[in-house]
């Protein structure tokens, strides 16, 4: 048994839960996974697998989230690993649209399930380490996104590797990433339910830790009815007393559209980038890109978190700033036919974006407690999929429409642009409020304000 709850032993579990995000996220083959579907490998159409990524993730994002909590977050980080394999040797090993997109179906269970892997290091430190482990955590899959996706471009650019056999060293990747999932130990608390409520004794005696683990697990299936409906009491009235703040609802608002509008972007991406490159003689530097951009994104995140700025009053008006920029970015992916200046484009789009992303994460955990985390963030998750997934049914799927992929980023940025407005009026309403609160408000009297908490500024 491990002495989480007294700070102690911290080191192990996120040395290992790092290791795990480094390796499922390091997937060479990943910035030209498009190219490999619609190429001359499975020779398949856009319409016939992309959709399948959106509209699973849809479907399995909540009853992920609900298992994720009952079952304690390990066996969902390993199942994440093992739906991985599957997808990548679905891949590599069939053919025909009907297991491409079992293929699909599998990488979308894991990546509904990260979840997870954000919320089981809360589950087994103690909370003085939140902050320097978080760190951590996100650093370890942006890194080995980076390292995955600049080793991919090496290898296509300098090796002269086919598609395949990048697909093939992400396989073995996940496999790593699995082996590290099985070590991670298992959590002896939930942060949603608790521990009364899941009919579970601690001090039960078991064998071993891991045999424990799994007939718990066991025992837990056996009582899920009763169990999913109290998470699903408490997940109302835990979602009631988050979101009646509305300083936190507005940061949840971006968070959820922002992910709506990310997610797209970057799953057609690659069509894009594919309809502006040259004809003839040109190298894709699909994997150099995305190394670049997710690594510029990653300085942006560790240097907003030390910007000392009162975010509570600023924060939306920031917000509506760097949105319209991203919108200004977009209009230009779309209407340029220089593939450069769009490999540009989108490297300060996804900065921007972890940027701003970074934001709202931080805004929302200060106005929530630690035990809703979890669920604040995987509501906002499923609200960007449900976004989504709309607006692939009506831009990609419509048949009448027939738009082109630059057509279709036009709209994005439009989306941002909407987005843009909705934050920048917010902003200049919450700044202009504050300054009338402080002229009204009499010298001495404590200020009633509810929707301005006042926070000190993060250091």
């Not at 498009?34 to 509209?55: H, M």
């Not at 609802?249 to 991406?269: E, P």
């Not at 490297?347 to 669920?375: N, V």
Request: proline share 4%; charged share 10%; with cysteine.
């Amino acid at each position: 048994s491990y002495c989480f709850r007294s700070g102690q032993n911290w080191v192990f579990p996120t040395v290992f839960l790092c290791v795990y995000g480094f390796f499922s996220m390091m997937r060479p083959s990943e910035p030209f996974l498009t190219d490999f579907l619609t190429g001359p490998y499975k020779n398949l159409t856009t319409q016939q697998v992309i959709p399948t990524w959106a509209y699973s993730n849809l479907f399995l994002l909540i009853p992920v989230f609900l298992v994720t909590d009952v079952l304690r977050y390990k066996p969902l980080i390993v199942l994440q690993a093992l739906t991985f394999i599957l997808a990548f040797i679905l891949l590599l090993f069939s053919s025909g649209v009907v297991l491409t997109q079992c293929a699909l179906f599998a990488y979308s269970m894991g990546t509904a399930a990260d979840t997870a892997y954000y919320s089981y290091i809360y589950s087994v430190v103690h909370p003085q380490y939140y902050q320097r482990v978080t760190s951590y955590a996100r650093g370890a899959v942006l890194l080995g996104y980076a390292c995955g996706s600049l080793l991919g471009q090496l290898l296509v650019s300098l090796g002269g590797i086919s598609l395949y056999w990048l697909n093939v060293i992400t396989l073995n990747s996940v496999c790593l990433a699995l082996l590290a999932a099985l070590l991670l130990p298992m959590p002896e608390k939930s942060l949603f339910l608790r521990e009364s409520e899941m009919d579970y004794n601690p001090s039960e005696n078991v064998t071993s830790s891991s045999r424990g683990s799994w007939v718990w697990v066991v025992r837990c299936l056996r009582r899920g009815r009763r169990v999913v409906a109290t998470a699903l009491r408490r997940l109302a009235l835990d979602c009631k007393e988050c979101y009646s703040s509305v300083t936190v609802l507005f940061f949840c608002v971006w968070s959820a559209m922002g992910k709506c509008g990310y997610y797209q972007i970057t799953l057609y991406v690659q069509l894009l980038w594919e309809s502006k490159q040259p004809p003839y003689n040109f190298t894709a530097y699909n994997g150099g890109v995305e190394a670049m951009a997710t690594l510029s994104g990653s300085v942006a995140s560790i240097a907003v978190g030390h910007l000392a700025l009162e975010w509570t009053l600023w924060g939306e008006l920031v917000l509506g700033v760097f949105t319209a920029l991203s919108a200004g970015v977009l209009y230009l992916m779309s209407m340029t036919s220089n593939i450069w200046v769009c490999y540009i484009c989108y490297a300060l789009f996804k900065t921007i974006y972890m940027e701003l992303i970074t934001i709202c994460t931080f805004q929302i955990a200060r106005g929530i407690s630690r035990e809703r985390y979890a669920l604040v963030f995987g509501v906002n998750s499923f609200v960007g999929i449900v976004l989504q997934s709309l607006l692939t049914a009506i831009v990609v799927n419509t048949k009448t429409l027939e738009l082109t992929i630059c057509s279709q980023f036009f709209i994005y940025a439009s989306y941002f642009s909407a987005l843009a407005v909705l934050f920048l009026s917010r902003g200049v309403y919450t700044v202009f409020h504050n300054q009338l609160v402080e002229h009204v408000t009499p010298e001495g009297l404590p200020d009633r304000r509810t929707d301005l908490p006042q926070v000190s500024p993060l250091t």
